[in-house]
């Protein structure tokens, strides 16, 4: 238990302090791959909605993720399946394609999103139904937080491609996306905006260097 205290506060100091800085990928890993007890622990404090859960918990579930075996990068068949389910109003498949995925990928912004819309519309418990968007708002919101979007020193930090357009659609209700384009010396995706009340900046800096790299390494 205390070494599991110890761990808390040094994610918590660690994450806070690259958030205004430099964001470090291999404290994440470090405790993903060396930290075992402590990052299950923190995998249960997220599964369980535990209503003490913060922002840090937060990142080191959703960016741990792409340190894992099972970390895809965002090429994911079950995943194309969800969005054609979801297109053609199939909402029972939805429903069950969204949590099929989230037993192998908890932090999947699109299974959240999308189970948490198939849920309300089927009637299933309220409680299942706001554990959805629970996660989901907290992840947008921890990214939101990690970083502000303005430059590529203070981008927000995405590990699929897809959760870039939850961040501008569903955290700063862009609505028009003017051009998208590739920084390749900082992997960031420089994406031009429509400027809106919550984003009145007229670029958008979103970190894509983790799938990226996974997708070189698996050529």
């Known amino acids: 238990m205390k070494r599991i205290v110890i761990m808390a506060a040094f994610l918590a100091t660690t994450l806070f302090t690259y958030a205004q800085e430099s964001f470090d990928y291999n ?10 007890e402590y990052y299950n622990e923190i995998i249960n404090v997220y599964k369980n909605d535990d209503p003490y859960i913060r922002a840090d918990h937060y990142a080191l579930v959703y960016y741990g993720q792409s340190f894992l075996p099972t970390y895809n990068g965002g090429n994911d068949a079950n995943e194309e399946k ?21 037993e192998y990928n908890p932090v999947s912004l699109n299974a959240l999103f999308y189970a948490w819309r198939a849920s309300e519309e089927l009637i299933k418990p309220e409680e299942e139904t706001k554990s959805y968007l629970r996660k989901y708002l907290g992840i947008l919101d921890m990214i939101t937080t990690m ?23 569903g955290m ?40 990226l790299s996974h997708s070189q390494q698996k050529k």
């Open 147 to 169: 970083g502000d979007g303005k430059s590529s020193e203070t981008p927000f930090r995405v590990i699929s491609p897809d959760d870039q357009d939850h961040i501008l659609y």
């Open 27 to 36: 404290s994440i890993k470090n405790i993903v791959t060396n930290e075992k």
């Open 82 to 102: 969800l969005k054609s389910y979801a297109a053609e109003g199939k909402l029972i498949n939805q429903y069950e394609t969204a949590k099929k995925i989230l």
């Open 172 to 211: 700063l209700d862009v609505e028009t996306v003017v051009s998208r384009n590739l920084d390749t010396q900082t992997l960031c995706n420089i994406i031009n905006i429509i400027p809106t009340d919550k984003f009145p900046s007229r670029r958008v800096y979103i970190d894509v260097s983790r799938y």
